[in-house]
């Protein structure tokens, strides 16, 4: 069964665990204080394995990473190649704020 483009990863993977008789994802979110912010990311686990997103992100966008995990797990499950994440700078906290690593 082909994917439908207008289908969301969270949405492929829901629909793949479906069809292969496969417990439906269960979701994880993590956070991780940063100085005055938090940081936030999701994983989903799949027949026990655990497939993170790689960025981490404000609260708002956990959405994001929820997608981004299940894309991992995705195209782990279907034998697709996987997309990487480069950033476009490394970004170091210090006590003077944030500054960029380039």
């Given amino acids: 069964m082909a994917a439908n483009r207008s289908e969301t ?6 629909n793949y665990c479906a069809s292969n008789a496969i417990e ?4 994880q979110d993590y956070s991780d204080p940063r100085g005055i ?3 936030w990311s999701s994983a989903v ?3 026990g394995r655990e497939y993170r997103a790689q960025l981490w992100r404000d609260y708002r966008y956990l959405d ?5 995990a299940a894309e991992v797990a995705y195209r782990a499950l279907v034998g697709a190649p996987t997309t990487t994440v480069q950033p476009a700078a490394s970004y170091t906290y210090s006590r003077s704020g944030y500054g960029s690593s380039r």
């Fill in 45 to 47: 686990f799949v027949q």
């Fill in 64 to 68: 994001q990473s929820r997608e981004e």
């Fill in 9 to 14: 990863y969270v949405q492929r993977l829901q």
């Fill in 37 to 39: 912010r938090t940081a």
């Fill in 24 to 27: 439906q994802p269960q979701w």
